[in-house]
Every structure is written in structure tokens, then in C-alpha cells.
């Protein structure tokens, strides 16, 4: 089932949120996963890192926790960089050990319908396939022609 978000709905949610989780990031700057953690924390996000295979390691100001529950503070957001097959388990266990959750955000191509169901009955909100950085730029005026900022061009010629 292919889900639609308002325009309202998705900026409600970036401009409530403060602190993200990242589960699946990469410390190499060439993965998805690593420059939109690195655009979110360049916005004022504070990013929290999850990466069994790369504990202890500091990106983005903030050392690499293995799962979600080694974050003793209050998460807004779960992040998923992981495969659609992995989504209940990260979850499940976002919803037992972040009180304070209040989105799950599944990144594109990653979609569960029965653990955006779960996350929902949680009182979370879920937004399946799509990215945080193209929907922050997009709805904060980043993205102009061809997506790029063309804000800096366009001030020069008026």
C-alpha cells in the first residue's frame, strides 16, 4: 500500500522534531545514509548515530551507539536506513526503549505496513519511503529548478 503525506503533515513533523536517531548510518560520505545524517545535523538536528559495526566512532558530533537502546535521552524521531525486513524489529524495540518517540520515518524504498501499523497504535506518527533531507528541503524552500538552491544565483540577478 503506497501512502500519501500532506504538505501540513510532513512540515509539522520536521518542525517538532529536535533530536534524530539514524539507524543504519555509515561513517562513508558517499551512502545516503551518511549525507543525509550529516544535512540533518548541518540544520540543527541533533543526530544521534546507530551502528552496531561502527560503535564508538564519532560522526556528526555524537559518538556511534549500537542500537537504539544504548540512547539515554529523549529521541523525536527514528530514522530507518535499513532493509523494509528489519523494520518491525528496530520498531519494536524504538517503542519499548524511547519514551519519548513520536515518529518513526522509514527512508525511500523502505515501506512495513504491519510495523507502521504498530508504531501508529503507539501513538507515533509514520511516514514510509521518503527522505527527511528532500521533504526539509523541499518544504523549507531549499529545492528550486532541477533541485538545486538557486537562491544564491537568483538574489545576485535582482
Partial sequence: MSETYSDAFLKKILT?????????????????????ARYLALKGFQVIPVNPGHVGKQLFGA??????????QPVDMVDIFRRSEAVPDIVEEAL??????????????????EAAQAARAAGCDVI??????????????????????TGILSSKLT
Fill in 128 to 149: 514510509m519511503n521518503r527522505c527527511p533531507k528532500i521533504e526539509y528541503q523541499r518544504l523549507f524552500g531549499e529545492l528550486r529548478m532541477g533541485g538545486f538552491n
Fill in 16 to 36: 517538532r522534531t529536535k533530536t534524530i536517531a539514524v539507524v543504519g548510518v555509515s561513517p562513508n560520505p558517499v551512502r545516503p545514509s551518511h549525507y543525509v
Fill in 63 to 72: 559518538t556511534v551507539r549500537a542500537s537504539l537502546t544504548d540512547i539515554k
Fill in 96 to 113: 519499548q526503549v524511547l519514551p519519548a518517540l513520536r515518529t518513526v520515518w522509514m527512508q525511500i524504498g523502505v515501506q512495513h505496513d
